[in-house]
């Protein structure tokens, strides 16, 4: 079965998809006038699978995961779309869930392990109280449980159980406590776990054995897994999947070795082409060119032509769709035939 | 060569010992205190004495000068006034005066020669702790609740008319308060029974553990109770606001409601609890300005506590009652440095709070 040439119709195909993201529209009401943060996304994550979110600082991609979860600040409103979450054959409409229904979902189905881990745990509470406190809000009533099944989770991210269990976050490395909290977001086996720049506030060593640990549990739990990094290198370790966001939207999206050897979007030409190779040397590094777009003040056309090597009049005047370029592999580009990596 | 090794053993037990002292936060707190009470009498007895002229010249002057008895005279006098003895050298006065003011004895009173000032103290105080204690527990609990009340529903009505509340009532000073209640209440339109409301208690009214007692204690302290929990909860009402509105915004917040964790356990326990973290420390400093905040209201209000005996005791020259309330309030100020301290060690677990292996 070859995949259909409309991406709306190829998202739409996975009808069996753990989420389902249907033109995804999200704004900030600001001082200066309205910020399209995301526009117009669509996406799916099938069940088990890891789908990599690449993209420059506010290209939207913090901002629709957020989204996912309904954890917007006040200021911002998604405009249009639809977030679908299927488990075990059951529906849930999430941007239509509310109350309990929502508090419910958010960690037990989706569970989201955020950017800024150093400050995800109440200084004043031991660790233990703050898992017990989430299970307990998930309607957990058995306390040894819970423990026994922290004790487990904990000794599941390498860290020494028995003690951590009963400390202040204060006492903990940054590292530490990302793990805890990656431990804590595995606590009610939701289906789907969104990482949110896990490891940008850690230094490179502990970045690596995050992500090492990241793999592992990946293997072991078979959760589905939204990946939000600017790192492409560390994305392609451990997604199956890559999409790159510009401007609030999608420009590319494809199984994670066509994305990394046949790229066929120049703005992930360039992120690629900006990330230094262990055999490659600086002499091919290069950056992208002039920076990120007024997201208030768009430009016309193609968001990413006044950055772009190979723009012509036309990416000036008409903005390009999502376009079949592969199997499983869309690209929004005008010149997606001229763009290639071997150059 | 071998002295230095022998000299070197205590020196390295005095410095294990100061690692213990310095390593234990309650102790270090405690011994600071220690000392600030110590500088707080010394400091007292070298304004008495030494200065020019000070209480005892004054009262010795004043001495000869009315009554025509001798300056010796008048000196001994003075002595047993201020709890010194002048005859003696000042090493040892100052070392009969530190004694004697750990036993708490301050001399007696200048106006009614006689009693003790200890005792003028301890038939006042109580009703000062008792009347701006309670209006300062009212209005802290008060101002926390309507504080995260308003923070919670910002830039609604709620906030908007509880801020416009606490600005005006944190800016104006709590005496005026009194006096425009007074003039108000009492005067204009006579609602309020000034003339009953007078002193601590009714005529014939003893203390004792009832009913009664209890009551008329309330109707007597409502006015400057009344008037602490208007002014007083405005301050920690616009305190809790903005410390609620910068935990709002923290992450664990965040991932709290991320969690699914209730609204109620996430406003308690993750919002409530970390936002009232620094009133606590205020909280504990606020007891220390019972007796100094008494003054003015005490006089208004004519409620018979310490702050209305000292304000009388400076009128009327009362040297050695000032010097007494002087040092219960600078104690009631240091004690409260050293409750905050514990109490902020004990509630926020940042804070090392003795011996940590």
């Given at each position: 079965m070859t995949t259909p040439a409309n991406y709306q119709d190829y998202v739409a195909t996975h009808e069996q998809a753990a989420l389902r993201l249907k033109d995804i529209s999200i704004n900030y009401k600001a001082k200066r006038g309205i910020v399209h943060a995301v526009r117009n996304i669509s996406l799916h994550l099938n069940a088990g699978e890891s789908l990599a979110l690449i993209g420059e600082s506010g290209s939207g991609k913090s901002t629709l995961?957020?989204?996912?979860?309904?954890?917007?600040?006040?200021?911002?409103?998604?405009?249009?779309?639809?977030?679908?979450?299927?488990?075990?054959?059951?529906?849930?409409?999430?941007?239509?869930?509310?109350?309990?229904?929502?508090?419910?979902?958010?960690?037990?189905?989706?569970?989201?392990?955020?950017?800024?881990?150093?400050?995800?745990?109440?200084?004043?509470?031991r660790i233990w109280q703050q898992i017990w406190d989430t299970a307990k809000a998930h309607g957990w009533r058995d306390k040894k449980a819970v423990r026994k099944k922290a004790m487990e989770l904990l000794d599941l991210v390498q860290l020494d159980a028995e003690r951590v269990i009963d400390l202040y976050p204060h006492e903990l490395s940054g590292g530490m406590r990302q793990r805890v909290l990656i431990a804590l977001a595995l606590m009610l086996d939701p289906q789907v776990i969104?990482?949110?720049?896990?490891?940008?506030?850690?230094?490179?060593?502990?970045?690596?054995?995050?992500?090492?640990?990241?793999?592992?549990?990946?293997?072991?739990?078979?959760?589905?897994?939204?990946?939000?990094?600017?790192?492409?290198?560390?994305?392609?370790?451990?997604?199956?999947?890559?999409?790159?966001?510009?401007?609030?939207?999608?420009?590319?999206?494809?199984?994670?070795?066509?994305?990394?050897?046949?790229?066929?979007?120049?703005?992930?030409?360039?992120?690629?082409?900006?990330?230094?190779?262990?055999?490659?040397?600086?002499e091919k590094l290069e950056s992208i060119p002039g920076s990120p777009p007024d997201?208030?003040?768009?430009?016309?056309?193609?968001?990413?032509?006044?950055?772009?090597?190979?723009?012509?009049?036309?990416?000036?005047?008409?903005?390009?769709?999502?376009?079949?370029?592969?199997?499983?592999?869309?690209?929004?580009?005008?010149?997606?035939?001229?763009?290639?990596?071997?150059? | 060569m071998g002295e230095s090794t022998v000299s070197q053993v205590p020196i390295n037990k005095i410095r294990r010992r100061w690692k213990v002292i310095s390593h234990d936060y309650i102790l270090r707190k405690f011994i600071r205190s220690l000392f600030i009470v110590w500088a707080a009498i010394t400091a007292t007895f070298v304004l008495i004495h030494m200065m020019p002229s000070n209480p005892i010249e004054l009262y010795v002057n004043q001495l000869v000068m009315q009554q025509g008895i001798t300056y010796e005279e008048a000196k001994d006098q003075a002595a047993t006034l201020f709890s010194i003895d002048l005859k003696k050298p000042m090493s040892l006065q100052y070392i009969e005066f530190?004694?004697?003011?750990?036993?708490?004895?301050?001399?007696?009173?200048?106006?009614?020669?006689?009693?003790?000032?200890?005792?003028?103290?301890?038939?006042?105080?109580?009703?000062?702790?008792?009347?701006?204690?309670?209006?300062?527990?009212?209005?802290?609990?008060?101002?926390?609740?309507?504080?995260?009340?308003?923070?919670?529903?910002?830039?609604t009505v709620v906030d908007q008319?509880?801020?416009?509340?606490?600005?005006?009532f944190s800016a104006v000073p709590n005496y005026l308060v009194a006096i425009i209640i007074l003039v108000l209440f009492g005067v204009q339109w006579g609602v309020m029974p000034i003339a009953k409301l007078r002193g601590v208690l009714s005529p014939g009214v003893k203390p004792a553990l009832s009913w009664v007692?209890?009551?008329?204690?309330?109707?007597?302290?409502?006015?400057?109770?009344?008037?602490?929990?208007?002014?007083?909860?405005?301050?920690?009402?616009?305190?809790?606001?903005?410390?609620?509105?910068?935990?709002?915004?923290?992450?664990?917040?965040?991932?709290?409601?991320?969690?699914?964790?209730?609204?109620?356990?996430?406003?308690?326990?993750?919002?409530?609890?970390?936002?009232?973290?620094?009133?606590?420390?205020?909280?504990?400093?606020a007891i220390g300005l019972i007796v100094g905040g008494s003054v003015l209201i005490e006089q208004i209000t004519q409620y018979r506590g310490v702050g209305y005996t000292?304000?009388?005791?400076?009128?009327?020259?009362?040297?050695?009652?000032?010097?007494?309330?002087?040092?219960?309030l600078t104690f009631s100020v240091i004690f409260a440095n050293f409750f905050a301290?514990?109490?902020?060690?004990?509630?926020?677990?940042?804070?090392?709070?003795?011996?940590?292996?």
């Amino acid at each position: 079965m070859t995949t259909p040439a409309n991406y709306q119709d190829y998202v739409a195909t996975h009808e069996q998809a753990a989420l389902r993201l249907k033109d995804i529209s999200i704004n900030y009401k600001a001082k200066r006038g309205i910020v399209h943060a995301v526009r117009n996304i669509s996406l799916h994550l099938n069940a088990g699978e890891s789908l990599a979110l690449i993209g420059e600082s506010g290209s939207g991609k913090s901002t629709l995961a957020l989204g996912i979860v309904r954890l917007l600040v006040k200021s911002a409103e998604i405009s249009s779309g639809k977030v679908i979450y299927q488990r075990d054959g059951k529906t849930m409409e999430v941007l239509s869930l509310q109350g309990d229904a929502l508090r419910r979902f958010r960690w037990a189905e989706t569970a989201m392990v955020f950017q800024a881990a150093l400050n995800a745990f109440n200084p004043v509470l031991r660790i233990w109280q703050q898992i017990w406190d989430t299970a307990k809000a998930h309607g957990w009533r058995d306390k040894k449980a819970v423990r026994k099944k922290a004790m487990e989770l904990l000794d599941l991210v390498q860290l020494d159980a028995e003690r951590v269990i009963d400390l202040y976050p204060h006492e903990l490395s940054g590292g530490m406590r990302q793990r805890v909290l990656i431990a804590l977001a595995l606590m009610l086996d939701p289906q789907v776990i969104i990482l949110d720049e896990p490891t940008t506030a850690l230094d490179i060593l502990t970045q690596r054995t995050i992500i090492n640990l990241l793999r592992d549990l990946k293997a072991a739990r078979n959760f589905t897994m939204l990946f939000i990094s600017h790192n492409l290198a560390i994305a392609a370790e451990l997604a199956n999947r890559i999409a790159t966001m510009y401007a609030g939207t999608i420009v590319e999206i494809g199984p994670t070795d066509e994305i990394f050897y046949h790229p066929r979007h120049p703005y992930t030409l360039g992120l690629i082409r900006a990330v230094p190779t262990v055999t490659g040397g600086f002499e091919k590094l290069e950056s992208i060119p002039g920076s990120p777009p007024d997201l208030i003040d768009l430009p016309t056309g193609c968001k990413f032509h006044p950055r772009c090597a190979f723009a012509t009049e036309r990416c000036r005047l008409e903005e390009p769709v999502l376009e079949k370029i592969d199997e499983d592999h869309y690209a929004a580009c005008w010149h997606w035939r001229s763009v290639n990596p071997k150059l | 060569m071998g002295e230095s090794t022998v000299s070197q053993v205590p020196i390295n037990k005095i410095r294990r010992r100061w690692k213990v002292i310095s390593h234990d936060y309650i102790l270090r707190k405690f011994i600071r205190s220690l000392f600030i009470v110590w500088a707080a009498i010394t400091a007292t007895f070298v304004l008495i004495h030494m200065m020019p002229s000070n209480p005892i010249e004054l009262y010795v002057n004043q001495l000869v000068m009315q009554q025509g008895i001798t300056y010796e005279e008048a000196k001994d006098q003075a002595a047993t006034l201020f709890s010194i003895d002048l005859k003696k050298p000042m090493s040892l006065q100052y070392i009969e005066f530190l004694q004697k003011v750990i036993k708490g004895d301050f001399g007696t009173s200048v106006l009614s020669p006689g009693t003790p000032v200890a005792d003028i103290i301890k038939e006042y105080l109580p009703w000062t702790v008792f009347s701006i204690g309670t209006g300062l527990l009212i209005s802290f609990t008060l101002g926390i609740l309507l504080g995260m009340l308003a923070a919670y529903r910002r830039d609604t009505v709620v906030d908007q008319l509880l801020t416009l509340y606490a600005s005006i009532f944190s800016a104006v000073p709590n005496y005026l308060v009194a006096i425009i209640i007074l003039v108000l209440f009492g005067v204009q339109w006579g609602v309020m029974p000034i003339a009953k409301l007078r002193g601590v208690l009714s005529p014939g009214v003893k203390p004792a553990l009832s009913w009664v007692f209890v009551k008329d204690a309330l109707f007597h302290g409502s006015f400057p109770i009344i008037v602490i929990v208007l002014t007083w909860t405005a301050s920690w009402l616009l305190i809790m606001r903005s410390s609620t509105w910068s935990t709002l915004e923290e992450d664990y917040v965040n991932v709290a409601r991320a969690k699914g964790l209730t609204d109620g356990r996430i406003m308690t326990a993750y919002v409530g609890r970390n936002a009232t973290l620094p009133l606590f420390a205020r909280f504990a400093l606020a007891i220390g300005l019972i007796v100094g905040g008494s003054v003015l209201i005490e006089q208004i209000t004519q409620y018979r506590g310490v702050g209305y005996t000292l304000l009388q005791a400076v009128n009327r020259r009362d040297y050695s009652l000032m010097q007494g309330i002087f040092l219960i309030l600078t104690f009631s100020v240091i004690f409260a440095n050293f409750f905050a301290d514990l109490l902020y060690g004990w509630i926020d677990p940042r804070i090392k709070v003795g011996n940590n292996k």
